[in-house]
């Protein structure tokens, strides 16, 4: 239990010690440095997706032949509809856009900023947890050391996002404790998240290849949608691929050799 409890707050650990910046670094986050920890995420989050999800959902399968793939295809399709879904019925607002995404609401500019990364945390906590509860289950497939990589592959990554959320509120004029707050609170949905996983756990398990790829696809989504746009957005700069580049060697190397 130790063991689960540690993988399931490591990654809020990296979003709070991201969030603490604030208290380091003054005035706004430069543009490149901000291009450059929003495409590390999204390599990490890519390779987390493949090595840590899709391709333990297919190992699950191979008793299904030719068909292996059809478990992590659905599974993953989920995911992304999931994501679509909750980002059509929650008012968010991305860190460097002065329009908000989903319904219209009367939330303040700070709340709608921690939603948005909410969103981006949520199928993280949920991959968390649905690897630790196939491996406190007894699914030969997931190793406790395989599920304590990927709490770390994503902690490392939520290490700029904490950042990329608690800059911007102080450079908007947020005091360095609220700034560091709502940062912290941010990425408190993956605890949790991957908690009510983990309580799920014995109806989880007979459906873990759709379970696993369910977060791939929904991590997936952030990627596409969010990250890369805002790792390429403004004067063009090959900043952001090659931190992406970076970040997916990382984590397919820490899943590899760890995992």
């Not at 191979?62 to 929650?90: S, T």
């Not at 460097?96 to 219209?104: C, F, H, R, V």
């Not at 929904?218 to 992406?244: D, K, Q």
Request: proline fraction near 5%; include cysteine.
């Amino acid at each position: 239990m130790k063991e689960i409890a540690f993988g399931i707050l490591l990654p809020w650990l990296g979003t709070c010690l991201g969030a603490a910046c604030v208290f380091f670094m003054r005035g706004k986050m430069h543009r490149g440095l901000q291009r450059g920890l929003t495409g590390f995420a999204a390599g990490v989050m890519v390779a987390a997706s493949i090595w840590s999800l899709l391709i333990p959902a297919m190992e699950q399968s191979e008793h299904m032949g030719v068909w292996a793939f059809v478990p992590a295809a659905v599974g993953f399709w989920l995911g992304i509809l999931f994501l679509l879904l909750l980002d059509r019925l929650i008012p968010h607002l991305h860190a460097n856009s002065k329009k908000a995404e989903g319904p219209k609401s009367a939330l303040s500019r700070s709340t709608m900023m921690v939603l948005a990364v909410t969103l981006h945390n949520l199928p993280e906590g949920m991959a968390v947890g649905v690897v630790f509860a196939g491996w406190a289950m007894g699914n030969a497939e997931l190793s406790l050391a395989g599920a304590l990589t990927l709490s770390l592959g994503i902690a490392i990554q939520n290490f700029p996002e904490g950042a990329i959320i608690s800059m911007p509120l102080r450079s908007e004029g947020a005091s360095r404790f609220k700034a560091f707050g709502y940062g912290a609170l941010s990425g408190v949905v993956e605890p949790l998240g991957a908690l009510l996983t983990i309580a799920a756990a014995r109806f989880v398990t007979p459906l873990l290849p759709y379970c696993l790829s369910f977060a791939a696809g929904a991590m997936m989504y952030v990627v596409v949608e969010e990250l890369i746009p805002e790792m390429s957005e403004g004067e063009h700069s090959n900043l952001g691929t090659v931190v992406f580049a970076l970040g997916f060697t990382l984590m397919m190397a820490l899943d590899v050799a760890l995992g």
